[in-house]
């Protein structure tokens, strides 16, 4: 494992010909996305983003906005965008990746190859999620044991949901109140994914494509709003992912 800044190389392949850039859940780590490492066609090389507040950067003060995770991402993201490059985001990863292709093309940076969008609303769309953030934290973490993605032995885990709750608060605080203006067209090839026991409705997913230029390409896998988590369809998702024109 190497870290680039900001970023986690769980297997660094120096002969890689594009970079996988990943941005977890809210709440998450670089460490969801450890598994796909070693499932990774030889030319693609895996970078995750590390959040403030957790893992390495634990000392590290948590992101208390989108702006504030913008300007983290930014001091890195131009490092690792040097060769061909696809963006895949998860909930609100989806949203992170979204705000950097935007930030690309205003200061005409290298476009991603292909975006992928994962279990996220179009990123104008308000009362995109339940709001649970202003919870106390029993209730907080109790919907989050509702929602799934997180792992029972942490959530009941009282001594390391002191500390991990603030921050996982903040995150869901940024993905409840976020939406962007509606501006222009961006020239990507993008693909939108969803678990087909996701709250998130086909015309939801639909309007994705008011995002980008090309029509993007649509796919629903077993599973609820965390259907990454699913070993059984991982090997298909990387592949829908990886396929051409990144190959």
Known sequence: MSVNGRFVCYKPN???KVNLICFPFAGGSASVFYPWAARLPAHIQ?????PPG???RMAEPACMSIQD???DIWQDIKSITDKPFI???HSMGALLAYEVIKKLDVHKIYMPVKAVFSAAKSPW????AKLISHL??????NELKIKGGFPEQILNNKELMELCTPYIKSDYSIVEDYCSEKKYKLSVSSIVLSGMDDEISDNELAEWGDVFSQVPEIHSFPGGHFF????????DIISLITKQPCE
Request: proline share 0%; aromatic share 12%.
């Open 14 to 16: 120096a002969t890689a």
């Open 46 to 50: 895996l970078l995750a983003y590390q």
């Open 54 to 56: 957790r893992a390495q």
């Open 69 to 71: 995770y913008m300007d």
């Open 87 to 89: 963006l895949f985001g």
């Open 125 to 128: 769309k308000n009362n995109r």
């Open 136 to 141: 106390r934290d029993n209730d907080f973490i």
């Open 228 to 235: 990454i988590n699913n070993d059984n369809v991982l090997d």
